[in-house]
C-alpha cells in the first residue's frame, strides 16, 4: 500500500510544479495569452521539463539515457542543459534559442534567463567549473557567464556582457569584461524594488560615460588654451 502512497505524493508534487511553471511564464512574459499557448508554445518550459527528467536519471547513476535525453531536448528547444546542472524553482528561459548551461552549473531560484545565454566554463578543468547564479537572478541576451564563482542573489547581467569574476549580490554588471557598475542602489521612483528586475535593456554605459568624461576635459583645456593665448597676446602688445 506505501507504494501507491509513494507514487500519489509524487504524482501531486509533479502537477503542483507544473502549474507553478506555468504561472511563472505569465508572471515574466506579457506576450503570454493563455496556458494552453504556454503548454504547446514555450520551449524554455520545455527544456525545464526534459532536463528535469534527465537530472533525475543523471543523479542515479545513469549516463547515456539522460545524455540522449540531453541531446533531444536541445534538437528541440534549442537549449543545451547538462544533465548533471542543478537549477532551483521558478526559472524562466525566455525565447530559449541558443542557450547553454553547464555541468556544474547551480542555478537558484527565480532566475531569468534571455536567449543566447551561456552559463559555462573556462577550460577543462574538474571538478566545480561553470557558475553558480543566485536567486532573483536576471542574465538578459547573449551574455556569457564563464567559470567557478557566485553570482550574487537579485543581480543583473546586461545583454552581451562576459563575466569572468565574482558578482556580489544587488550588482549590475556590464561590458566586456563585465564590470559591476552598480550595487546595493535602488531606481529612482521605483516602488517594486523588492520584486524581480527585468528592465535589461536599462542599463549604464560605461563606454558612454567615459567619452563624456573624455568631452568634458576637453572643453576644459580649450577653453584653458583660449585663455593663455589671450593672456599671451595682450603682453605681447604691451612689449612686455
Known amino acids: 500500500m506505501r507504494w501507491w502512497l509513494f507514487i500519489f505524493r509524487g504524482g501531486y508534487n509533479m502537477f503542483t510544479r507544473i502549474k507553478k511553471d506555468i504561472q511563472v511564464v505569465f508572471e ?3 506576450a503570454a495569452k493563455s496556458v494552453l499557448e504556454v503548454l504547446l508554445c514555450y520551449p524554455g518550459l520545455h527544456a525545464i521539463w526534459l532536463h528535469r527528467i534527465s537530472h533525475y536519471l543523471f543523479k542515479r547513476g545513469w549516463v547515456l539515457i539522460p545524455r540522449m535525453i540531453c541531446y533531444f531536448n536541445r534538437l528541440l528547444t534549442g537549449v543545451d542543459i ?3 546542472a542543478t537549477i532551483g524553482e521558478g ?4 525565447h530559449a534559442t541558443g542557450v547553454v548551461i553547464g555541468e556544474t552549473c547551480v542555478i537558484g531560484n527565480n532566475v531569468t534567463l534571455y536567449q543566447g545565454v551561456t552559463l559555462g566554463g573556462t577550460g577543462k578543468e574538474k571538478g566545480k567549473r561553470h557558475p553558480t547564479i543566485g536567486n532573483n537572478v536576471v ?20 545583454a552581451g556582457s562576459v563575466v569572468l569574476r565574482e558578482v556580489p549580490p544587488n550588482s549590475t ?17 521605483r516602488d ?7 528592465e535589461h535593456g536599462d542599463l549604464p554605459d ?17 577653453a584653458r588654451i583660449k585663455q593663455l593665448e589671450m593672456e599671451l597676446s595682450k603682453n605681447e602688445s604691451q612689449g612686455v
Open 28 to 30: 515574466r512574459d506579457p
Open 82 to 84: 547538462h544533465p548533471g
Open 91 to 94: 526559472l524562466f528561459i525566455d
Open 139 to 158: 542574465v538578459a541576451s547573449g551574455a556569457k557567464v564563464l567559470g567557478s564563482f557566485t553570482v550574487g542573489d537579485n543581480s543583473k547581467i546586461g
Open 173 to 189: 554588471v556590464v561590458g566586456i569584461p563585465g564590470k559591476v557598475v552598480w550595487h546595493d542602489g535602488k531606481k529612482v521612483g
Open 192 to 198: 517594486d524594488i523588492d520584486s524581480i528586475d527585468l
Open 206 to 222: 560605461p563606454v558612454a560615460e567615459m567619452l563624456l568624461c573624455m568631452q568634458r576635459n576637453m572643453k576644459k583645456m580649450e
